[in-house]
């Protein structure tokens, strides 16, 4: 009787674990690898992107999004990883595009990775945050998430906020909301800048280098690639008098919850590095999108 309600728990469990984790059938639903397709490598329920002397490799979504939420779970370049930066991001295409990113830059072994976040809007970025994170993210997976809708983008990991760009039209500031995105996830070198400011080099005797990824998650409003602009931002907005309702417009979503404000608070205390908001020599004067009261 205990060891069959213990089996059923153990597949239980089992299941759980399997079905949380995401598999490789949504990768490739989702996605494809972009380039250097033989560093890209399907391993079960994981997929690896790899770095050596030869090449990077990347992977990019099949569709474009307007708003949502996308999700994965990464686990980063164990040991020595100074000089590689993995991305994920989202990127609309053209000069005048949108781009929300996440690079995680590399560091030489048991020195802290950083986590850069940057915000382009109509081709315009030179919004750099920089933060360590509060666990070893090489050790095991975590999930790093971009949540978009018309009135905030939100940067979540293990869906803690670690930044929010609000849209603040009303100050004249511009908000990404009329070009749909893919989806994109990429490793590379960047030893002439990632790691201690470019002057930890790549130490290639320790390549290949390796991101491994599960769980892809793409919960937004697609975007047929054939079809117009206004159509995309009609067919992705909410509309009362068509009975359209997403998720992500509901009244909730618009801004944080208390919860969540004190979790960025909290991160933004105890993790920032840098932020451009308070980097006076690169703005003598503030940018316009930045808080004046808290400055975060
Ligand atoms: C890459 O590294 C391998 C092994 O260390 C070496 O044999 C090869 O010449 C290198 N290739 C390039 C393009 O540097
Ligand atoms: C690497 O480690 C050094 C020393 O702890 C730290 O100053 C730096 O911010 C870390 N991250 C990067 C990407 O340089």
Aim: charged share 20%.
């Amino acid at each position: 009787m205990a060891s069959c309600a213990m089996k059923i728990f153990i597949f239980c469990f089992a299941f759980a674990v399997l079905v949380g984790l995401g598999s490789s059938r949504n990768f490739e639903e989702l996605f494809q690898p972009s380039w250097a397709l033989d560093h890209v490598m399907f391993e079960g329920e994981q997929l690896k992107l790899k770095l050596d002397n030869y090449s990077g490799a990347g992977f990019a979504s099949k569709s474009k999004y307007m708003f949502g939420k996308t999700t994965i779970q990464i686990k980063l370049v164990e040991g020595d990883s100074a000089g590689t930066v993995t991305a994920f991001y989202m990127s609309s295409d053209g000069s005048n595009h949108n781009e929300f990113d996440f690079e995680f830059l590399g560091n030489t072994t048991g020195e802290p990775y950083l986590v850069q976040t940057n915000i382009y809007v109509n081709g315009v970025g030179n919004r750099e945050q920089r933060m360590n994170l509060w666990f070893d993210p090489t050790a095991d997976f975590h999930s790093y998430s971009i949540l978009w809708n018309q009135r905030q983008v939100v940067f979540l990991v293990d869906e803690t906020p670690i930044r929010v760009y609000s849209n603040k039209e009303f100050k004249g500031v511009p908000f990404p909301k009329d070009q749909p995105m893919g989806v994109y996830s990429s490793i590379w070198n960047a030893d002439d800048w990632a790691t201690q400011g470019g002057r930890v080099k790549t130490d290639w005797s320790h390549s290949p280098f390796i991101s491994t990824y599960t769980g892809f998650d793409i919960n937004a409003c697609e975007c047929p690639l054939a079809s117009a602009p206004e159509e995309n931002s009609k067919r992705c907005s909410s509309s009362l008098a068509e009975g359209r309702k997403y998720w992500w417009d509901e009244p909730v979503m618009s801004e944080l919850s208390l919860h969540q404000s004190h979790q960025l608070k909290w991160v933004h205390a105890n993790h920032l590095v840098y932020d451009y908001c308070t980097d006076s020599a690169r703005f003598p004067v503030v940018p316009l999108e930045c808080d004046h009261h808290h400055r975060f």
